[in-house]
C-alpha cells in the first residue's frame, strides 16, 4: 500500500512535535526525519535528540520513524540513531564505501536498512545493493534543502529501479524525496515510487495539515 512520508523539514522548529501530530492525527502513518551534516550536504539540522524526542508520540499512532541520513561517516552514527528510535536508517549510496558494512550494521542494530542516491547518482551504483536492501530512496532534488522543485529525470530513474526491483523479486519500499506534490503524486506512483516524501506540500503554505494531506488523498487513492 502506497504511503505518503511527511518531512518534518518543512515545519517550524520550534513546534516538531506538534506539526507531527497533526500529520498523524491526519492519518500519516510514516515521519520522515532529515538528519544533515552540513558536510555532505550544505545545511545542518539535528541529531539523535530529536528521533528520541518524537520515538513516544510515534508510538502513540503506531507510526514509523524514517529517517535520512544526509551525513558523511554514516556509520558512526548507525548505532546512536537506532537507539535514538528509528525504524529505517536510510544512509545515501556516495557515503558509503563499505555499504554492505553499514548495511549489516543497521540490520544488527535493529532498523530496515535504506539506501538513498543522488540526482546525478546512476541507479547502476546500486547494483549490488538492491537484492538485500528494504528500502530504496530516489531523491528527486539535491538534497539539503526543502522547497526545491522536483527533477523531471527523477520519473525514468524510479521506473528502472521499480523494474528491477520487481526482476529480482524485492519486497523493498520505493522512496522518492524532493519536491513532490499532490500534482505530481500519481505520476510518480505510477513510475512505481511507494512512498512518498513530502515536506512544503505538508508543512508548508497556509492551508492546515490535515488539509495538505487531503489534497494527496484527493489527488490519488493514497493511504497515509
Ligand atoms: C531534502 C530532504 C527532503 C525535503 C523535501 O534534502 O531530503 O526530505 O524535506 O522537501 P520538499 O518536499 O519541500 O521538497
Ligand atoms: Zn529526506
Known amino acids: 500500500?502506497?504511503?505518503?512520508?511527511?518531512?518534518?523539514?518543512?515545519?517550524?522548529?520550534?513546534?516538531?512535535?506538534?506539526?507531527?501530530r497533526a500529520a498523524f492525527d491526519a492519518g500519516a502513518e510514516w515521519l520522515h526525519?532529515?538528519?544533515?551534516?552540513?558536510h555532505f550536504v550544505p545545511n545542518i539540522t539535528f541529531g539523535p535528540?530529536?528521533?528520541?524526542?518524537l520515538r513516544p508520540l510515534?508510538?502513540?499512532?503506531?507510526?514509523?520513524?524514517?529517517?535520512h541520513l544526509m551525513i558523511e561517516e554514516p556509520q558512526d552514527y548507525v548505532d546512536v540513531f537506532a537507539d535514538a528510535g528509528a525504524d529505517v536508517l536510510t544512509v545515501h549510496v556516495e557515503t558509503c564505501p563499505h555499504l554492505h558494512r553499514v548495511a549489516q550494521q543497521i540490520w544488527d542494530a535493529g532498523c530496515?536498512?535504506?539506501?538513498?542516491?543522488?540526482?546525478?547518482?546512476?541507479?547502476?551504483?546500486?547494483?549490488?545493493?538492491?537484492p538485500i536492501a528494504d528500502l530504496v530512496l530516489v531523491m528527486s532534488v539535491n538534497p539539503g534543502f526543502g522547497g526545491q522543485s522536483?527533477?523531471?529525470?527523477?520519473?525514468?530513474?524510479?521506473?528502472?529501479?521499480?523494474?528491477?526491483?520487481?526482476?529480482?523479486?524485492?519486497?523493498a519500499r520505493l522512496e522518492v524525496d524532493g519536491g513532490v506534490s499532490p500534482d505530481n503524486a500519481m505520476e510518480l506512483l505510477r513510475a512505481g515510487a511507494d512512498v512518498l516524501v513530502a515536506g512544503s506540500a505538508v508543512f508548508g503554505g497556509d492551508q492546515s495539515v490535515a488539509q495538505n494531506i487531503?489534497?494527496?488523498r484527493s489527488a490519488l487513492t493514497l493511504k497515509v
Open 1 to 20: 500500500m502506497p504511503a505518503l512520508a511527511p518531512s518534518l523539514l518543512a515545519a517550524d522548529p520550534g513546534h516538531y512535535a506538534d506539526r507531527a
Open 33 to 38: 526525519l532529515d538528519v544533515m551534516d552540513g
Open 49 to 53: 535528540g530529536v528521533v528520541e524526542a
Open 58 to 67: 510515534a508510538d502513540e499512532y503506531d507510526a514509523r520513524l524514517d529517517v
Open 112 to 130: 530496515k536498512m535504506g539506501v538513498a542516491l543522488n540526482p546525478a547518482t546512476p541507479p547502476g551504483h546500486l547494483e549490488s545493493i538492491l
Open 150 to 171: 522536483f527533477i523531471p529525470q527523477s520519473t525514468a530513474k524510479i521506473q528502472t529501479l521499480r523494474r528491477q526491483l520487481n526482476a529480482l523479486g524485492s519486497n
Open 214 to 216: 487531503e489534497a494527496f
